[in-house]
């Protein structure tokens, strides 16, 4: 046998652990001579090891352009020296050099994130986009610096409002953009020196407006990657999701407990978040500590505003000609009359069951198939409630686009201009949840932003029938079989199960 007749063997034995995944670097190889010819090779393929680990550990610890290199950075360069300490000595010389290719060249500090510009306001004279861009960084700040203000009233100061020299930085650019001295049309809170005050937006009792900061900080590291900076719903992932990420800008929210049209109650952002949305690309964070929690709660309600009172200016931007200044005080104030309302009423709106849930059981199911059929839900859920999926897939749009006018199936879309089939309930996997009382909203306040309406009016004079609407569609959701004889409805149907014991009320805050 020649010197090195069985350096393949052992090759096999080593090589591969030095370039295992980390979590069998704890086992180690015995060392080995190596044969001057193997040298040059195997410093390659630790060399190419480095880079892969490298780039996988900054991949993973989202170095983006969401601005968050300084966040992975650190923890980046500690794992990767930690990976190196692993490697041959011979390879890691050339390592070293490496890294320092890369610190010094290969990758820099990335530019700080900035909200998006609409397609929309791109197209307004220029006046007008610095105007609405000034108004917007006036009163939201940047992603960096998020702050979240109004223009203070008599009514809503209830006094004069001392202005601070951030304020006061914002009026004076306020006054830059109109020209001079603000002239509002409002009745407006004044300074000594007559300038329109600001005062802090609460998003929630006792909020320290730092905690907006904290909200922006969780939701760059967890959430802008697929609902992106701006929570437009165009982070880097979003074109490989399906559905799309949700586009917070329309305040419109698909999974309430409040009626059809309104904003959702916190806690039903909280339940998104902590319990994500099955059958899409929306994770759970179980795990998430409840003070990030709650920022980034107070981070999306923030940016759905901010996107409201842009969109809202922006259709008023219209009415001003190409050389006159949009008026900030009226516009801007406006919208944030319309937006803020509906933010702070919307947890004196949830919705709660008008009966008692009767009992689950076979006629319950029965009745509830019946009603399935003859009130319209089977009309877009099929009598088979696989509904309309096959309307998410790209090739049916093209075929159906392909056909005569005549052919063509009518396709519903939502307001982000996605299509919008009727969900298939066979796929048990209802996206806001799955619990009878989720069920009972769904179907009583609709789902906002889509063709699925609200049946609450059309059950009015016997609300009871929602609870077996429920309990046939829990009844497919737990495997059931979804063509089950249906019950007769004729005069007999009033005859339904007695209710349970205890009311579905009294186990709301157990069941939330």
């Given at each position: 046998?020649?010197?090195?007749?069985?350096?393949?063997?052992?090759?096999?034995?080593?090589?591969?652990?030095?370039?295992?995944?980390?979590?069998?670097?704890?086992?180690?190889?015995?060392?080995?001579?190596?044969?001057?010819?193997?040298?040059?090779?195997?410093?390659?393929?630790?060399?190419?090891?480095?880079?892969?680990?490298?780039?996988e550990i900054f991949r993973r610890d989202k170095c983006n352009n969401a601005g968050t290199f300084e966040m992975a950075f650190e923890p980046a360069i500690k794992e990767l020296l930690r990976v190196l300490r692993n490697f041959e000595g011979q390879a890691f010389a050339g390592s070293?050099?490496?890294?320092?290719?890369?610190?010094?060249?290969?990758?820099?500090?990335?530019?700080?994130?900035?909200?998006?510009?609409?397609?929309?306001?791109?197209?307004?004279?220029?006046?007008?986009?610095?105007?609405?861009?000034?108004?917007?960084?006036?009163?939201?700040?940047?992603?960096?610096?998020?702050?979240?203000?109004?223009?203070?009233?008599?009514?809503?100061?209830?006094?004069?409002?001392?202005?601070?020299?951030?304020?006061?930085?914002?009026?004076?650019?306020?006054?830059?953009?109109?020209?001079?001295?603000?002239?509002?049309?409002?009745?407006?809170?004044?300074?000594?020196?007559?300038?329109?005050?600001?005062?802090?937006?609460?998003?929630?009792?006792?909020?320290?407006?730092?905690?907006?900061?904290?909200?922006?900080?969780?939701?760059?590291?967890?959430?802008?990657?697929?609902?992106?900076?701006?929570?437009?719903?165009?982070?880097?992932?979003?074109?490989?999701?399906?559905?799309?990420?949700?586009?917070?800008?329309?305040?419109?929210?698909?999974?309430?407990?409040?009626?059809?049209?309104?904003?959702?109650?916190?806690?039903?952002?909280?339940?998104?978040?902590?319990?994500?949305?099955?059958?899409?690309?929306?994770?759970?964070?179980?795990?998430?500590?409840?003070?990030?929690?709650?920022?980034?709660?107070?981070?999306?309600?923030?940016?759905?505003?901010?996107?409201?009172?842009?969109?809202?200016?922006?259709?008023?931007?219209?009415?001003?000609?190409?050389?006159?200044?949009?008026?900030?005080?009226?516009?801007?104030?406006?919208?944030?009359?319309?937006?803020?309302?509906?933010?702070?009423e919307a947890d004196s709106l949830v919705v709660n069951p008008l009966t008692p849930e009767p009992a689950y059981n076979e006629q319950s199911v029965a009745t509830g198939r019946a009603l399935f059929l003859k009130e319209g839900c089977s009309k877009c859920h099929g009598e088979d409630?696989?509904?309309?999926?096959?309307?998410?897939?790209?090739?049916?749009?093209?075929?159906?686009?392909?056909?005569?006018?005549?052919?063509?199936?009518?396709?519903?879309?939502?307001?982000?201009?996605?299509?919008?089939?009727?969900?298939?309930?066979?796929?048990?996997?209802?996206?806001?949840?799955?619990?009878?009382?989720?069920?009972?909203?769904?179907?009583?306040?609709?789902?906002?932003?889509?063709?699925?309406?609200?049946?609450?009016?059309?059950?009015?004079?016997?609300?009871?029938?929602?609870?077996?609407?429920?309990?046939?569609?829990?009844?497919?959701?737990e495997g059931g079989d979804p063509l089950i004889q249906a019950a007769d409805l004729g005069e007999s149907a009033v005859d339904l199960p007695a209710p349970s014991s205890e009311s579905t009320t009294d186990k709301l805050d157990v069941e939330s």
């Amino acid at each position: 046998m020649s010197r090195h007749g069985n350096w393949a063997v052992l090759r096999q034995r080593h090589v591969p652990c030095a370039i295992r995944h980390s979590s069998d670097r704890n086992r180690t190889a015995p060392r080995l001579p190596t044969p001057p010819f193997e040298a040059a090779s195997r410093r390659h393929i630790l060399g190419r090891c480095v880079q892969i680990e490298f780039f996988e550990i900054f991949r993973r610890d989202k170095c983006n352009n969401a601005g968050t290199f300084e966040m992975a950075f650190e923890p980046a360069i500690k794992e990767l020296l930690r990976v190196l300490r692993n490697f041959e000595g011979q390879a890691f010389a050339g390592s070293r050099l490496l890294l320092a290719t890369i610190l010094l060249g290969g990758c820099g500090r990335q530019p700080a994130a900035v909200f998006s510009v609409p397609n929309a306001t791109k197209e307004l004279p220029q006046l007008h986009q610095k105007n609405l861009q000034e108004g917007l960084a006036g009163l939201f700040g940047t992603p960096s610096h998020p702050q979240f203000q109004t223009i203070a009233t008599d009514e809503s100061s209830g006094e004069t409002v001392e202005e601070s020299s951030d304020q006061a930085e914002a009026t004076d650019a306020t006054e830059s953009r109109s020209g001079g001295t603000v002239a509002p049309s409002k009745n407006l809170a004044s300074t000594n020196d007559g300038k329109p005050p600001y005062i802090n937006v609460a998003l929630r009792p006792y909020q320290n407006p730092k905690d907006l900061e904290y909200g922006a900080k969780v939701y760059t590291s967890r959430c802008a990657g697929c609902h992106g900076v701006s929570g437009d719903g165009e982070g880097p992932a979003a074109a490989y999701l399906q559905p799309r990420p949700r586009d917070y800008r329309k305040g419109i929210f698909k999974f309430t407990s409040t009626p059809y049209g309104q904003k959702p109650a916190r806690q039903d952002l909280v339940r998104v978040i902590r319990r994500g949305a099955k059958g899409t690309s929306m994770p759970a964070f179980p795990w998430m500590a409840d003070a990030d929690l709650q920022a980034v709660v107070d981070y999306v309600i923030y940016l759905s505003c901010r996107g409201q009172v842009e969109g809202y200016v922006l259709s008023m931007a219209a009415e001003y000609e190409e050389d006159e200044n949009i008026d900030f005080a009226t516009e801007f104030g406006d919208a944030l009359e319309i937006v803020l309302p509906a933010w702070k009423e919307a947890d004196s709106l949830v919705v709660n069951p008008l009966t008692p849930e009767p009992a689950y059981n076979e006629q319950s199911v029965a009745t509830g198939r019946a009603l399935f059929l003859k009130e319209g839900c089977s009309k877009c859920h099929g009598e088979d409630a696989k509904g309309q999926t096959e309307w998410l897939s790209p090739l049916f749009i093209a075929q159906q686009k392909a056909l005569p006018e005549g052919k063509r199936i009518q396709i519903n879309y939502d307001e982000w201009g996605q299509p919008a089939p009727a969900a298939d309930i066979t796929a048990r996997l209802p996206h806001g949840g799955r619990r009878p009382l989720d069920i009972y909203r769904r179907v009583c306040t609709g789902i906002n932003g889509t063709p699925m309406p609200a049946f609450q009016q059309q059950f009015a004079l016997d609300p009871n029938k929602i609870w077996h609407l429920v309990h046939y569609v829990q009844h497919v959701i737990e495997g059931g079989d979804p063509l089950i004889q249906a019950a007769d409805l004729g005069e007999s149907a009033v005859d339904l199960p007695a209710p349970s014991s205890e009311s579905t009320t009294d186990k709301l805050d157990v069941e939330s």
